[in-house]
């Protein structure tokens, strides 16, 4: 496919990577959200792939197909797709990487479904502004149970006769597939973190960077999100540094990750606590927690702590028109014990600038361009208040969609350069002149045993509309025909506006405890405006080992795919 290497790296938020070799610029494009990510320029004009992920689920000793699309966008030029099924894993730090002839990666000890993959043809022609169909034909050997993955490649030939680097696109097309059966163990588990010095390099400051080490020990693909709190003993006292957020990621059975973040600033010598916390699929799991004797940097001679800055409030929602100015304020408090100077900014939100989908591209959702924060810089000292004014000029006439969104950022700096941390608030601006409804879907809905007769429900609802809204989510368990059998609010690891093109985990323990054996169906059910509710829905069967419930996922048999015999 022209490239230098047998292992093209990717990322597992949306964006993309690229490489040079032959004359040729290879740039690879992954989804791993439902909603596809934005391309290049030079991607958009020629082809996409859509959906750019599938999620697919089976039983075992059967058939599962599912479809996903190559569409042209160029009105005049015909383009070569050539398609590849390939394994692929995950890194330690996350990522997923494709493996190749020359990877030193052991494919036996990967959760492949890379050989049970069929695509009627590997080669297409895609005309003009047409979208073309391709068939993806899973057949699941019987006995297989869990979770398995790998990968269909589509890529573009580059175009005859252009002079200079000739352009390639490659997306890939990440298959998910659980196995029907008997829901497997929910273990994923911190078990190690720490902190370490980073020299000064590159141009770039000395700085701090905490990791943790995160083992999938169980047999489900889960979403995590991990936070490092940091505080040391300065002067008999131990003071909160910082809370850092780390890279939001999935996790594959098996996977160990070491995951990092830079916390921004240096740090003088001292005892040190870090902690440790992570929440998978929404959940809060097992925290921890260690001191260090942190040798740091021995010119730093005092302690910077992240300023306390309070907002009030932190969601701003400005109703406007096209062409008018509208305004409203903000208090910021500083409730920390020093002075800070304060610099403030709006910015698009983070998830909106990767995303799209249909003719909605989330960078267009963006009002950071023409919402001014008034002032900019200012110094706040301990205990003080300053009012910050919104200002927002609403485009006229270009403004056609009923919501706008930004963040406002507010990083804080002590008087003598070191940081103290940022504060965000979510600003939404209400286009009244336009209208539209909230729309959401259920994207996956998944069980997974944690012992005692006790089980893990993780929903996942994603926005598709063009407004935001405030969801509750819960799980109910029916008993065939329908009887009410259990009940648990389903807990977000995210709170506040829930933006469009945002998609939010929720979850919460669900007891089987003295159930008796039968046909159940568990519902998770988001609610999102008065009478709006999305919902999903698995069928479960249970049955009794020695006082344990044990579940078992399944589907009706109608639909499903030819019975598939040992021989091929």
Not at 266 to 287: F, W
Not at 312 to 330: F, H, N, W, Y
Not at 484 to 501: C, I, S
Not at 523 to 537: D, H, I, N
């Amino acid at each position: 496919m022209g490239m230098a290497t047998n292992r093209t790296d990717f990322r597992r938020d949306g964006n993309r990577t690229y490489q040079v070799s032959n004359g040729r610029c290879v740039f690879l494009i992954i989804g791993l959200v439902v909603l596809v990510p934005l391309l290049s320029n030079v991607a958009l004009g020629q082809f996409t792939v859509t959906p750019m992920k599938l999620d697919m689920t089976g039983r075992p000793g059967r058939t599962v197909r599912a479809v996903f699309e190559l569409q042209n966008t160029t009105p005049s030029v015909t383009h070569t797709v050539d398609l590849d099924v390939v394994d692929v894993y995950e890194s330690e730090d996350g990522q997923w990487m494709i493996v190749g002839p020359d990877s030193n990666i052991d494919t036996s000890k990967l959760a492949s479904c890379k050989d049970w993959i069929k695509l009627d043809r590997r080669t297409y022609e895609v005309g003009p502004l047409r979208i073309v169909p391709v068939m993806v034909t899973l057949r699941v050997p019987p006995g297989v149970r869990g979770f398995s993955s790998g990968g269909i490649t589509a890529t573009m030939r580059p175009r005859e006769g252009v002079e200079g680097v000739a352009v390639s696109i490659q997306f890939l097309v990440p298959i998910y597939f659980q196995t029907e059966g008997r829901a497997q163990r929910h273990q994923v588990e911190l078990y190690d973190l720490g902190m370490a010095a980073k020299p000064a390099a590159g141009g770039q400051p000395a700085t701090t960077e905490v990791w943790m080490r995160i083992a999938n020990r169980g047999g489900t693909y889960s979403r995590l999100r991990s936070i490092v709190r940091v505080s040391g003993l300065w002067k008999e006292h131990w003071r909160e540094v910082t809370m850092t957020p780390l890279t939001e990621v999935g996790i594959i059975p098996g996977a160990d990750l070491r995951l990092t973040a830079d916390i921004g600033r240096s740090l003088p010598p001292a005892k040190y606590k870090i902690s440790g916390a992570i929440y998978v699929d929404g959940r809060r799991a097992k925290s921890m927690e260690t001191e260090m004797d942190f040798a740091g940097d021995p010119t730093i001679l005092r302690l910077a702590t992240d300023a306390a800055l309070d907002l009030e409030p932190k969601e701003v929602l400005i109703k406007t028109v096209p062409g008018a100015v509208r305004t409203s304020t903000v208090g910021v408090y500083n409730a920390s014990d020093g002075e800070v100077d304060v610099q403030a900014a709006l910015v698009l939100p983070e998830h909106l600038g990767s995303v799209a989908t249909g003719e909605l591209r989330g960078k267009d959702l963006g009002c950071a361009e023409w919402v001014q924060v008034i002032p900019e810089r200012f110094r706040l000292r301990a205990g003080a208040r300053q009012n910050l004014r919104l200002v927002a000029r609403m485009p006229n006439p270009t403004s056609m969609y009923p919501n706008y969104y930004a963040n406002l950022v507010l990083q804080a700096v002590y008087p003598d350069g070191q940081s103290a941390g940022k504060t965000v608030a979510n600003i939404a601006v209400d286009n009244t002149k336009v209208q539209a409804d909230p729309i959401a879907q259920a994207a996956r809905l998944d069980i997974a045993a944690m012992g005692d007769s006790k089980y893990h429900i993780a929903a996942t609802f994603g926005n598709h509309g063009k407004v935001h809204f405030a969801p509750t989510c819960r799980a109910v368990l029916t008993m065939d025909p329908g009887t009410p059998m259990a009940r648990t609010d389903l807990a977000m690891a995210k709170e506040g506006m829930m933006l469009p093109l945002e998609f939010r985990d929720f979850s919460s323990i669900l007891d089987f405890s003295g159930l008796p054996a039968g046909a159940y169906r568990v519902t998770a059910v988001m609610e999102y405006g008065p009478s709006l509710q999305a919902f999903k829905q698995i069928p479960l069967r249970v049955s009794v080992e020695e006082d344990q419930r044990i579940v078992e996922v399944f589907k009706p048999a109608e639909g499903e795919g030819d019975v598939v015999g040992i021989e091929w």
